[in-house]
């Protein structure tokens, strides 16, 4: 079979955004004008655009679907029908909410652009700066859209400056809007210099035009900044510009092109979705500048079987190679496991390799979501996303690829729950459902951990925040018909040690029979930040949060036991030193002990190892690790005295203050031990007029006299 859509015509994108910033607004609208745009040619069925929206409103689905597929031919292309004009989005859902950034760096990894959503009032928020990073470290190319501009106190030039100061100075206005607040009608294009307006129901219809009389002197203004910051990706054209000679229109997108594509520009446009303005302008920036598969370096993974590195390119000649990415049910097909391949072809009925569980999987069919049906296909090509229906085993961040040549990339990093709660169901009838609802939550969502306390037997459910763990248990309720009791959120402590020490232990027993020996000698310091490139000596096993050395020599601990030093020691992390915490950030170096021939065995060297291990922590200034919390509060200016007493009496720094608009700003940082239920408490601080958003920032040590308090609790 050959592949339906040129590769170059593919783009895998994403729509990024604060929470309430508009990207579900945004979504819609894409999805409105991609679907009537389809339907161009068609017989008209009798919907008008309201009735599409409102279904789509009630089934609220597609929006959320992880990945959905849609069509997009530039507004300015006369034929709309020219299928070879045609380009295929497939739209990859990053949510927005502050508990779930873990969800946002997932979908980075898979996504090869992303446009990202301002509130045209309040600029860049502290979500949009997180977001901002994680794309960033993904390298992921951008088109900033200034929303809301229709909004009272809206201004695109306050929210322009935000993105320069607080993400990027390579972000640059390609747009400046015609009118705001109220008399916001449409955006100036500064490339081409023409006025843009929509009309029509949806705002389907694009009207070009002149560029306002009052606006063209900045217009031109702004255009200079931008050809100059265009030209600057090549050389050539940037001594023709020089001498007088401005690049045609073709080559100045070309440039921009390329400038976006390697991360160099950063291009702003502007509108409002919910007043239909601006939306078919950035989908036409999506075509113009955001990358094709082809565009992308190839991938490298590692061949488990060498463990050499390989390289994969967006070809469908070379070996099947794809990511998954998400988990997710849907209403009509059911499970689904969403991937996007970077090489190769999968066909429906085919089965398929997963290099993490070293085990083959049957593909019953394969899907891609659109906005309104579930498109079945046969076969996928590289650089495309799609879903398989039947996949029992495979997990999110697993590689699929083809048995004869076998490549794990790299997994998706998800950070490590900040809080947990016990739940119980309300009825012993629901213990089972319980489960089985946890399971799948846990499934689709890797933040989200489900444990149970071994003394008992409760079970213990952490994620990402208190309001993480409030939406996942309306879920079960919603989704499962599970309701549960909940305990008080805990905070997710953790433990290190802050210099270094040594400890032997030898573990003897001979009492009659077989006895017992183990004899372990190891130092033991703080793991600091390695540089993730170096290369790692044979004998050491690195991990994020711990490093093991074996520097045993002339077998005084013979090879066979060494495994069991090693479980001995993270049994003994798990366990904690001070409080029950688990220890993080250890480096042990393994250098001597001694052995039995008849006596040793696995057992013996694990409990000499656990013991030293203890031994040698309690020496090392062993310390509480608490998660500190990034707090953005905005509050009416006479609360602010109030407000920022409040969060220094929560062990609180804050880090700095700023107007918005008629409000101010505070930022802080927060411990989250301090944080549970304090939205509650600005509301009822501030006449419910403030608000605020919190992120994990890092962890810290905890001052002594709390540290004091945490293990007398746990006593
Ligand atoms: P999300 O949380 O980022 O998905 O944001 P939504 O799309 O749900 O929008 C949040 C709120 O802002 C909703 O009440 C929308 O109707 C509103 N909204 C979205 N876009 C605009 C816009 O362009 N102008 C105005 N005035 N409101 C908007």
Redesign the pocket.
């Known amino acids: 079979m050959k592949r339906d859509y040129p590769l170059e015509k593919v783009r895998n994108f994403g729509i990024i955004?604060?929470?309430?910033?508009?990207?579900?607004?945004?979504?819609?609208r894409i999805l409105f004008y991609t679907g009537s745009q389809h339907k161009i040619g068609e017989v008209h069925e009798g919907e008008t655009t309201t009735d599409w929206m409102e279904q789509e409103r009630e089934r609220g689905i597609t929006i959320t679907a992880a990945a959905i597929t849609c069509f997009w031919t530039r507004t300015d292309e006369p034929d709309k029908s020219d299928k070879s004009k045609k380009f295929r989005f497939n739209i990859i859902d990053t949510p927005?909410?502050i508990d779930f950034t873990a969800e946002v760096q997932r979908s980075m990894r898979v996504l090869d652009g992303a446009i990202v959503?301002f509130?045209?009032v309040s600029g860049v928020e502290p979500q949009s700066e997180t977001n901002w990073r994680y794309a960033d470290d993904a390298n992921v190319p951008r088109l900033c859209f200034i929303?809301?501009?229709?909004?009272i106190g809206?201004s695109f030039e306050n929210s322009y400056k935000s993105i320069l100061d607080r993400l990027s100075p390579k972000a640059i206005r390609v747009q400046i809007p015609i009118g705001e607040e109220a008399n916001h009608e449409g955006v100036v294009d500064l490339l081409t210099m023409k006025g843009f307006t929509f009309s029509g129901n949806m705002g389907e219809e694009v009207i070009e035009g002149e560029v306002p009389e009052s606006l063209v002197a900045v217009a031109k203004k702004y255009r200079n900044e931008l050809i100059e910051r265009i030209v600057e990706q090549d050389e050539s054209a940037m001594n023709m510009y020089l001498e007088g000679t401005e690049p045609s229109l073709e080559e100045l997108k070309k440039l921009l092109r390329k400038g976006v594509i390697a991360n160099e520009i950063f291009p702003v446009y502007c509108?409002?979705?919910?007043?239909n303005?601006g939306v078919q302008l950035i989908l036409d920036g999506v075509v113009d500048y955001l990358p094709s598969p082809l565009d992308l370096p190839p991938i490298t993974g590692i061949n488990p079987k060498t463990d050499k590195p390989v390289e994969r390119h967006a070809s469908d000649d070379e070996p099947f190679t794809a990511l998954v990415f998400k988990l997710q049910t849907d209403p009509f097909v059911g499970a689904l496991t969403f991937f996007r391949v970077y090489s190769g072809t999968l066909s429906a009925g085919s089965y398929v390799y997963n290099s993490m569980t070293n085990s083959k999987e049957r593909i019953g069919r394969i899907v891609r979501l659109q906005a309104d049906k579930r498109e079945e296909v046969e076969q996928v090509f590289a650089g495309e996303i799609a879903a398989a229906v039947g996949l029992k085993d495979t997990k999110t961040s697993h590689t699929l690829c083809d048995e004869a040549n076998p490549i794990i990339l790299e997994e998706i990093v998800f950070p490590e729950p900040v809080v947990s709660v016990r739940i119980e169901p309300k009825t012993k009838a629901d213990q089972e459902k319980m489960g089985v609802a946890l399971r799948k939550l846990s499934d689709e969502d890797p933040t989200f951990r489900v444990s149970s306390d071994e003394e008992t037997g409760e079970t213990i459910i952490a994620g990402m925040g208190e309001l993480h763990l409030e939406i996942l248990i309306d879920r079960m309720k919603r989704e499962f018909n599970v309701v549960a009791d909940t305990g008080r959120p805990q905070v997710a402590y953790r433990e290190t040690i802050l210099s270094s020490s040594e400890a032997e232990h030898k573990y003897i027993k001979q009492t009659g029979g077989r006895g017992q020996y183990g004899h372990v000698k190891l130092k033991l310091k703080k793991l600091e930040q390695i540089d993730p490139e170096a290369k790692i000596p044979k004998n050491v096993k690195r991990e994020d949060h711990f490093e093991f050395i074996n520097n045993i020599k002339g077998g005084v601990i013979p090879q066979e036991f060494i495994p069991a030093v090693e479980k001995g020691i993270r049994e003994a992390m798990a366990r904690g030193i001070l409080a029950g915490y688990p220890v993080v950030d250890v480096s042990i170096d393994l250098y001597d002990g001694s052995f039995h021939d008849v006596d040793s065995s696995e057992i013996a060297f694990k409990i000499a190892a656990s013991l030293a291990f203890q031994e040698a922590a309690k020496k090392a200034k062993p310390v509480i690790l608490e998660p500190i919390m990034k707090i953005e509060v905005i509050i009416p200016e006479q609360f602010m005295g109030d407000i920022t007493g409040n969060i220094s009496g929560k062990r609180g720094a804050i880090e700095s203050m700023e107007e918005r608009g008629i409000n101010k700003v505070v930022h802080a940082k927060v411990p989250l031990s301090e944080m549970f239920g304090y939205t509650t408490t600005l509301r009822s601080m501030t006449e419910g007029r403030g608000s605020m958003t919190m992120e994990f920032d890092h962890y810290d040590v905890v001052p002594q006299n709390v540290a004091t308090d945490i293990i007398s609790s746990r006593e």
């Open positions: 955004a604060h929470i309430d910033a508009g990207k579900t607004t945004v979504s819609e927005g909410h959503v509130d045209g929303n809301k501009l229709d909004r809206a509108g409002s979705a919910l007043k303005k």
